[in-house]
């Protein structure tokens, strides 16, 4: 159980296009996920919070026009990065947290990794 | 604001020791303490987790930590490594907010190798 599906897991695409990044938990419904950016062999940082129906709430220093967010069911959250350029490169991952609530961990997906040329 | 420092950044062992990986909080109130693993170019999967009761936790894949108020510690030890184990760890600890959703501040990860 508590399977996060993050798609696609590794895009190539060229400066200046956009980017759109899904994240489904598949088998338990999430009021929130998140979403980290983690550059090679580093930690991961939080970019953003994603709440079902409302808008998202950002880290101090994360463009929210450029790493547009939509969480439009409890199912499905969407990361965009807009006019994607090379310093977007990274390593992006989500996790999801069930709506049960109470005491339970974040369940992440595998990550997808952006390469911009 | 909550904090996680793990002192090792990289730690080899041989397969079949025993390991023991540092994590250092610092957080105002009781925390929930996490352990994830990560396999390179994959998200993370979760070992164990500590929110309240025995101090003593233990996780998946043989691995077990140990939370230790007094030292603001949550190490993770494993009594026999196998090579598969070789990966990133990332400690991690978030604020407790019961029922509503819990911002995990993460260590900045310990790469275990495994020699044969």
């Known amino acids: 159980g508590a399977v996060v599906s993050q798609h696609p897991s590794w895009v190539i695409c060229k400066s200046g296009t956009s980017v759109k990044i899904e994240c489904r938990s598949l088998?338990?419904?999430?009021?929130?996920m998140f979403w980290y950016r983690q550059f090679p062999k580093q930690s991961l940082m939080l970019m953003a919070t994603?709440?079902?129906?409302?808008?998202?709430?950002?880290e101090q220093g994360v463009e929210k026009d450029k790493f547009l967010i939509n969480h439009a069911s409890l199912t499905l959250s969407t990361l965009t990065v807009t006019s994607a350029h090379p310093e977007d490169s990274s390593f992006y991952i989500c996790s999801a947290l069930n709506r049960q609530g109470g005491n339970q961990p974040q369940h992440f997906g595998d990550g997808t990794r952006l390469s911009i040329l | 604001a909550q904090s996680v420092t793990q002192p090792d950044i990289h730690i080899t062992v041989s397969e079949g020791a025993s390991l023991e990986l540092r994590c250092n909080y610092s957080?105002?109130?009781?925390?929930?303490l996490f352990w994830y693993v990560q396999s390179p170019g994959q998200g993370l999967q979760l070992l164990l987790k500590?929110?309240?009761?025995?101090?003593l936790v233990q996780g998946i894949k043989g691995f077990e930590a140990e939370f230790k108020r007094s030292q603001s510690s949550f190490n993770l030890r494993k009594p026999s490594v196998h090579w598969s184990d070789a990966a990133e760890y990332f400690c991690a600890v978030g604020a407790i907010n019961t029922g509503t959703a819990s911002k995990l501040t993460f260590g900045t990860g310990t790469r275990l190798q495994v020699t044969l």
């Open positions: 500590y929110f309240s009761g025995d101090t």
């Open positions: 994603s709440n079902e129906g409302s808008k998202a709430t950002y």
């Open positions: 957080y105002g109130a009781t925390p929930y």
């Open positions: 088998d338990f419904q999430a009021t929130t």
